[in-house]
């Protein structure tokens, strides 16, 4: 709802603060403008004005015109600047002392925003102007066309001010998280926390405004980096002039409700990877495992362009159609079932062994060369290593609730300390999901909004064609049918795919770089614009939609959760557990009646792998008894055998030049 | 061969001040040429006076008023032209804030021609004008460069009793510390030549007022002095004033009257004692330079600026347009807007 917040009368009956003037210089055109306005104007970069065509006098009104002030001038009658020293005498404290003060000129350039009557479209009338009123504002961004109606769609994005006045500003949800248009890029320097900010700002606008009629709504964010998206569900500390933007926009300030936050563990397979480990907070954070299914599906991840080949390509493919999850006969007389890491590894082995037994050494089994096995073997090995915590060698995974996804829910998932492939592999594997989930309707919301940061790292505007990239391509440019929609920030706009951020309908930037604007894809912006944007202020925002012609600067109160750096101070992180204590933290976790020292009696002794596995079995189960479910899946106390002798096996032949 | 300066140099070097480019507007005024002639006041001869110990008056606010004049021939009558002409005069006031504010303004279109040697038709069609018409004396009516001469005569009458009828209106209203300074004399009213706190600057030196050592005396004053306070005397109409010169700039270089103004108050013993702090408050006042006017060394900035505002305000038809001008083919005249 449009409303005033201190304009005592319309703007057509307010006094007029300009004048619009054309030269044959700088003559009107219907897209831009020049107008003066006294020296001492509320008129500054990004003000939005509205000039009147007077009418006919019959009773017909004139042409109205609002535009968004982009450049301005100031300038003397003084002809050259050397009769300003002559004047002077040569010296600069005259010049200020003269007796009479130079008549200047307060120049103003602005872009014209809307005309009505649209047609036919003219040059702007050399008319009045004035100062927008809420009611212009909405006028001029088109937000009438989505504001009202039966359905509205209008989404809060901040508070437009200048001049005193101070009006909402809205983006319409069709065009923000489809089916119009989709997807929304920030830009902006690190360190003002201002990206993301911004991002749960509008999230928790999203979620208090996303219209009933189109559905349920999600989000999905990937903590990239330290603590920053670790506490979305506490308050943080607002200001009076925060929660007084917050009601003027009809923002609920309030923390989000529904947050699901995901962790890999450490390399230790008990204790999480994340900052969120606080004892107050870690029991919400649940462990984000993969096994080898959920790898193998993205193992184009983990491949390289070096790697990529129809071979490896075929073997893999001939893996997770012929032998995962099945029983296998490897054709030297062991059958295998492969679930984990550690059955794949025995397979290979056996193989290996197989082919090193067989007469003269052959190097090829089942049409696929032996040094694409080890190409494969070495990629999905290496994975399981560097990304230990979140994969796991053995034992099942665990996952975000595919299919269970519920509104108005922010599902966190932390990876700022896994590995860059890990990473790489976390988002992959995710986002494909939640498209695939989403193609057949059956995610449990309507639509995603997939929060990135870094962007510049997933799909960088150079470098090569990575699975991750072609993924962000393809959401960015077939999302917004599916309701996959990319929320991606990054620090230099101009660093990452021009297909990605080009598909981007909103655009956000906050405080720009100067050598980031003096890049090609900021020639758009007047001079004084970017100026504007090499200094704004943090909670101040430059928006571009596709309603707006022109982009529009607007105030965001700063967002009700607790940002990272408060969080890790109120809630420090808790110090690494010894594996008993964490094992047994974690069956205290589902199980109350629990007591950790019968856990680590339980565990005395026992091989930790074993441990993992049977915690992460209870894990999944959730029985009721978790303590007896997790001894019965730990097993008998068996003796330790004595390792067997290896039999030895003859050299391979052929494949001496094979690099694995 | 002869170097073509070394004539230049040699009676430089004899001792006369060189000097360059003689603008335009110092040849002055053509309507007043001849010796009139004037009686020092403060010595029994014009002597000159440095500035250097001079305080400058403490004004309080001041009020600056000129007056324009714009016109052109739009028709002719048989031979005899009909000029419409715009004159307008302003005062804006300068404040605590030294910026300039228009306090008062009058404005007014007139025709001027010669109506009995204009065709009936036209001369009717003229007279039932929503316009003032002004005739320009029957002795200019004949060639057409007397009749432009004269009907300019008539156009700065009317830009004249504006600025005076203007100028009598402020001074009633006028602060108790507040002084009007007029761009020209103060003479051609009586209201305004017995004020107390009225000023006329002159830039405009046809007038001869000396002969001879107080002749070059004036002439010559050096930068940052004055001559002493005369009273010149008395022609036609004028009334009693008393004046004096000031220089704003050093000539030399330039040419005798650059930089040069005759100043005009109250003929009154109290002016002797205010010649030297008017004198160098009108020297304060040369930032800023009122360019690009080429003026500019006599053109106080804030008349400069009532000038600028005046002329913005204008009828755009009546400023000059650097329009062809090739014949009109099958046009009786040029159409002109109302």
Same mark, same amino acid.
């Given at each position: 709802?449009?409303?005033?917040?201190?304009?005592?009368?319309?703007?057509?009956?307010?006094?007029?603060?300009?004048?619009?003037?054309?030269?044959?210089?700088?003559?009107?055109?219907?897209?831009?403008?020049?107008?003066?306005?006294?020296?001492?104007?509320?008129?500054?970069?990004?003000?939005?004005?509205?000039?009147? %065509?007077?009418?006919?006098?019959?009773?017909?009104?004139?042409?109205?015109?609002?535009?968004?002030?982009?450049?301005?001038?100031?300038?003397?009658?003084?002809?050259?600047?050397?009769?300003?020293?002559?004047?002077?005498?040569?010296?600069?404290?005259?010049?200020?002392?003269?007796?009479?003060?130079?008549?200047?000129? @307060?120049?103003?350039?602005?872009?014209?925003?809307?005309?009505?009557?649209?047609?036919?479209?003219?040059?702007?009338?050399?008319?009045?102007?004035?100062?927008?009123?809420?009611?212009?504002?909405?006028?001029?961004?088109?937000?009438?066309?989505?504001?009202?109606?039966?359905?509205?769609?209008?989404?809060?994005?901040?508070?437009?001010?200048?001049?005193?006045?101070?009006?909402?500003?809205?983006?319409?949800?069709?065009?923000?998280?489809?089916?119009?248009?989709?997807?929304?890029?920030?830009?902006?320097?690190?360190?003002?926390?201002?990206?993301?900010?911004?991002?749960?700002?509008?999230?928790?606008?999203?979620?208090?405004?996303?219209?009933?009629?189109? #559905?349920?709504?999600?989000?999905?964010?990937?903590?990239?980096?330290?603590?920053?998206?670790?506490?979305?569900?506490?308050?943080?500390?607002?200001?009076?002039?925060?929660?007084?933007?917050?009601? @003027?926009?009809?923002?609920?300030?309030?923390?989000?409700?529904?947050?699901?936050?995901?962790?890999?563990?450490?390399?230790?397979?008990?204790?999480?990877?994340?900052?969120?480990?606080?004892?107050?907070?870690?029991?919400?954070?649940?462990?984000?495992?993969?096994?080898?299914?959920?790898?193998?599906?993205?193992?184009?991840?983990?491949?390289?362009?070096?790697?990529?080949?129809?071979?490896?390509?075929?073997?893999?493919?001939?893996?997770?159609?012929?032998?995962?999850?099945?029983?296998?006969?490897?054709?030297?007389?062991?059958?295998?079932?492969?679930?984990?890491?550690?059955?794949?590894?025995?397979?290979?082995?056996?193989?290996?062994?197989?082919?090193?037994?067989?007469?003269?050494?052959?190097?090829?089994? @089942?049409?696929?060369?032996?040094?694409?096995?080890?190409?494969?073997?070495?990629?999905?090995?290496?994975?399981?290593?560097?990304?230990?915590?979140?994969?796991?060698?053995?034992?099942?995974?665990?996952?975000?609730?595919?299919?269970?996804?519920?509104?108005?829910?922010?599902?966190?998932?932390?990876?700022?300390?896994?590995?860059?492939?890990?990473?790489?592999?976390?988002?992959?594997?995710?986002?494909?999901?939640?498209?695939?989930?989403?193609?057949?309707?059956?995610?449990?919301?309507?639509?995603?909004?997939?929060?990135?940061?870094?962007?510049?790292?997933?799909?960088?505007?150079? #470098?090569? %064609?990575?699975?991750?990239?072609?993924?962000?391509?393809?959401?960015?440019?077939?999302?917004?049918?599916?309701?996959?929609?990319?929320?991606?920030?990054?620090?230099?706009?101009?660093?990452?795919?021009?297909?990605?951020?080009?598909?981007?309908?909103?655009?956000?930037?906050?405080?720009?770089?100067?050598?980031?604007?003096?890049?090609?894809?900021? &020639?758009?912006?007047?001079?004084?614009?970017?100026?504007?944007?090499?200094?704004?202020?943090?909670?101040?925002?430059?928006?571009?939609?596709?309603?707006?012609?022109?982009?529009?600067?607007?105030?965001?109160?700063?967002?009700?959760?607790?940002?990272?750096?408060?969080?890790?101070?109120?809630?420090?992180?808790?110090?690494?557990?010894?594996?008993?204590?964490?094992?047994?933290?974690?069956?205290?976790?589902?199980?109350?009646?629990?007591?950790?020292?019968?856990?680590?009696?339980?565990?005395?002794?026992?091989?930790?792998?074993?441990? @993992?596995?049977?915690?992460?079995?209870?894990?999944?189960?959730?029985?009721?008894?978790?303590?007896?479910?997790?001894?019965? &899946?730990?097993?008998?106390?068996?003796?330790?055998?004595?390792?067997?002798?290896?039999?030895?096996?003859?050299?391979?032949?052929?494949?001496?030049?094979?690099?694995? | 061969?002869?170097?073509?300066?070394?004539?230049?140099?040699?009676?430089?070097?004899?001792?006369?001040? !060189?000097?360059?480019?003689?603008?335009?507007?110092?040849?002055?005024?053509?309507?007043?040429?001849?010796?009139?002639?004037?009686?020092?006041?403060?010595?029994?001869?014009?002597?000159?006076? !440095?500035?250097?110990?001079?305080?400058?008056?403490?004004?309080?606010?001041?009020?600056?008023?000129?007056?324009? +004049?714009?016109?052109?021939?739009?028709?002719?009558?048989?031979?005899?032209?009909?000029?419409?002409?715009?004159?307008?005069?302003?005062?804006?006031?300068?404040?605590?804030?030294?910026?300039?504010?228009?306090?008062?303004?009058?404005?007014?279109?007139?025709?001027?021609?010669?109506?009995?040697?204009? !065709?009936?038709?036209?001369?009717?069609?003229?007279?039932?004008?929503?316009?003032?018409?002004?005739?320009?004396?029957?002795?200019?009516?004949?060639?057409?460069?007397?009749?432009?001469?004269?009907?300019?005569? +008539?156009?700065?009458?009317?830009r004249a009793a504006l600025e005076r009828r203007l100028a009598e209106q402020r001074l009633r209203a006028l602060a108790a510390d507040e002084w009007l300074v007029?761009?020209?004399?103060?003479?051609?009213?009586?209201?305004?030549?017995?004020?107390?706190?009225?000023?006329?600057?002159?830039?405009?030196?046809?007038?001869?007022?000396?002969?001879?050592?107080?002749?070059?005396?004036?002439?010559?004053?050096?930068?940052?002095?004055?001559?002493?306070?005369?009273?010149?005397?008395?022609?036609?109409?004028?009334?009693?004033?008393?004046?004096?010169?000031?220089?704003?700039?050093?000539?030399?270089?330039?040419?005798?009257?650059?930089?040069?103004?005759?100043?005009?108050?109250?003929?009154?013993?109290?002016?002797?004692?205010?010649?030297?702090?008017?004198?160098?408050?009108?020297?304060?006042?040369?930032?800023?330079?009122?360019?690009?006017?080429?003026?500019?060394?006599?053109?106080?900035?804030?008349?400069?600026?009532?000038?600028?505002?005046?002329?913005?305000?204008?009828?755009?038809?009546?400023?000059?347009?650097?329009?062809?001008?090739?014949?009109?083919?099958?046009?009786?005249?040029?159409?002109?807007?109302?």
């Open positions: 709802m449009i409303e005033r917040r201190d304009a005592p009368h319309p703007s057509h009956l307010a006094p007029p603060i300009g004048r619009v003037v054309a030269t044959e210089q700088k003559p009107a055109t219907p897209h831009q403008f020049h107008f003066w306005t006294a020296n001492q104007t509320t008129i500054g970069i990004g003000a939005i004005v509205r000039v009147e %065509e007077p009418g006919s006098g019959n009773g017909e009104t004139g042409k109205v015109v609002w535009g968004v002030v982009t450049d301005g001038f100031a300038y003397s009658d003084l002809a050259t600047p050397l009769h300003d020293v002559v004047g002077a005498e040569g010296d600069p404290a005259k010049a200020a002392e003269s007796p009479t003060v130079r008549q200047e000129i @307060r120049l103003w350039t602005a872009a014209v925003l809307r005309q009505t009557p649209e047609e036919p479209l003219q040059p702007v009338p050399l008319g009045q102007v004035h100062v927008a009123s809420d009611v212009d504002v909405a006028q001029a961004l088109r937000m009438d066309a989505y504001l009202g109606g039966a359905e509205p769609t209008a989404i809060p994005v901040g508070l437009y001010t200048s001049g005193g006045l101070e009006a909402p500003v809205y983006v319409d949800a069709d065009f923000l998280l489809g089916p119009e248009a989709a997807h929304l890029n920030i830009s902006g320097v690190s360190g003002l926390a201002t990206k993301t900010s911004a991002v749960e700002f509008l999230l928790t606008s999203i979620f208090q405004h996303f219209p009933p009629h189109k #559905g349920r709504v999600g989000a999905v964010c990937f903590n990239v980096k330290g603590p920053d998206l670790c506490f979305l569900d506490r308050p943080g500390t607002l200001q009076d002039e925060d929660r007084r933007r917050y009601e @003027r926009l009809g923002v609920e300030p309030e923390p989000f409700r529904r947050v699901r936050y995901y962790a890999p563990f450490k390399a230790d397979g008990v204790n999480l990877n994340t900052l969120r480990t606080h004892p107050d907070l870690v029991g919400d954070v649940e462990p984000l495992v993969w096994g080898l299914r959920e790898v193998l599906d993205y193992a184009e991840v983990l491949l390289n362009r070096d790697d990529i080949d129809a071979k490896a390509d075929a073997f893999i493919d001939f893996l997770a159609d012929r032998v995962v999850d099945k029983e296998f006969e490897d054709g030297f007389g062991g059958v295998h079932r492969v679930v984990t890491f550690a059955d794949l590894e025995r397979l290979f082995r056996s193989i290996f062994d197989g082919l090193e037994l067989a007469s003269r050494g052959g190097d090829s089994w @089942r049409t696929h060369h032996i040094a694409t096995m080890r190409k494969v073997r070495n990629r999905l090995a290496n994975i399981s290593t560097r990304c230990k915590g979140l994969v796991t060698d053995d034992g099942p995974s665990n996952d975000l609730p595919w299919g269970r996804f519920d509104d108005r829910t922010v599902y966190v998932v932390d990876v700022a300390n896994v590995d860059p492939l890990g990473q790489d592999l976390v988002f992959a594997r995710v986002v494909s999901q939640l498209r695939e989930r989403l193609e057949r309707r059956d995610l449990g919301v309507d639509a995603v909004v997939v929060f990135v940061d870094e962007l510049n790292k997933y799909a960088p505007a150079d #470098g090569p %064609e990575t699975y991750v990239k072609k993924m962000l391509l393809d959401i960015s440019e077939r999302g917004r049918y599916l309701g996959l929609v990319l929320f991606g920030a990054e620090q230099f706009r101009s660093q990452v795919h021009r297909r990605v951020v080009g598909n981007a309908g909103t655009v956000v930037f906050g405080r720009m770089d100067a050598d980031e604007l003096a890049t090609p894809g900021y &020639q758009v912006l007047s001079p004084a614009t970017k100026i504007k944007l090499a200094t704004l202020p943090i909670g101040e925002l430059m928006v571009r939609h596709p309603h707006f012609t022109q982009p529009i600067f607007v105030r965001f109160p700063r967002p009700a959760v607790l940002r990272g750096r408060d969080g890790v101070e109120r809630y420090p992180p808790a110090a690494d557990l010894p594996f008993e204590d964490a094992v047994a933290r974690q069956l205290v976790k589902l199980d109350r009646r629990v007591r950790p020292n019968q856990v680590k009696d339980l565990i005395a002794d026992r091989r930790e792998e074993d441990v @993992r596995r049977a915690l992460a079995h209870t894990r999944q189960t959730r029985p009721q008894d978790a303590l007896a479910h997790f001894k019965k &899946q730990l097993g008998g106390r068996v003796a330790a055998a004595p390792a067997a002798a290896r039999e030895s096996v003859a050299p391979l032949n052929q494949i001496s030049d094979e690099p694995y | 061969m002869t170097v073509s300066g070394s004539w230049v140099d040699a009676v430089v070097a004899a001792g006369a001040v !060189p000097a360059s480019h003689v603008p335009e507007a110092s040849l002055g005024r053509n309507d007043v040429e001849e010796f009139t002639g004037a009686d020092p006041v403060e010595a029994g001869e014009l002597r000159v006076h !440095p500035l250097d110990d001079a305080r400058p008056l403490a004004l309080g606010a001041v009020s600056f008023l000129d007056g324009i +004049e714009q016109w052109r021939v739009v028709g002719y009558g048989g031979i005899t032209p009909i000029v419409r002409a715009h004159a307008a005069a302003a005062i804006r006031r300068r404040g605590p804030d030294r910026r300039l504010r228009t306090v008062a303004e009058a404005a007014e279109e007139v025709a001027i021609t010669r109506l009995d040697r204009l !065709p009936a038709g036209v001369r009717r069609a003229l007279e039932a004008a929503d316009v003032r018409v002004l005739d320009f004396p029957a002795e200019d009516a004949g060639q057409p460069a007397r009749a432009l001469a004269a009907a300019r005569l +008539e156009v700065q009458k009317a007029v761009d020209g004399v103060l003479s051609d009213s009586a209201a305004l030549s017995e004020h107390p706190r009225a000023l006329g600057v002159v830039k405009s030196h046809g007038a001869q007022y000396f002969e001879g050592a107080e002749l070059e005396r004036a002439l010559t004053l050096p930068d940052a002095h004055r001559t002493g306070v005369f009273r010149p005397k008395v022609r036609g109409a004028g009334r009693d004033i008393y004046s004096w010169y000031v220089r704003l700039w050093p000539w030399e270089g330039n040419d005798l009257l650059y930089g040069l103004l005759r100043l005009e108050a109250r003929a009154h013993p109290d002016t002797l004692g205010l010649a030297a702090p008017i004198a160098a408050w009108i020297r304060a006042q040369r930032a800023p330079i009122a360019t690009p006017d080429r003026r500019w060394d006599r053109l106080l900035y804030p008349i400069h600026d009532v000038e600028t505002y005046l002329r913005a305000r204008a009828p755009s038809d009546l400023t000059s347009q650097p329009a062809s001008r090739i014949p009109h083919p099958g046009s009786r005249l040029p159409r002109a807007a109302s």
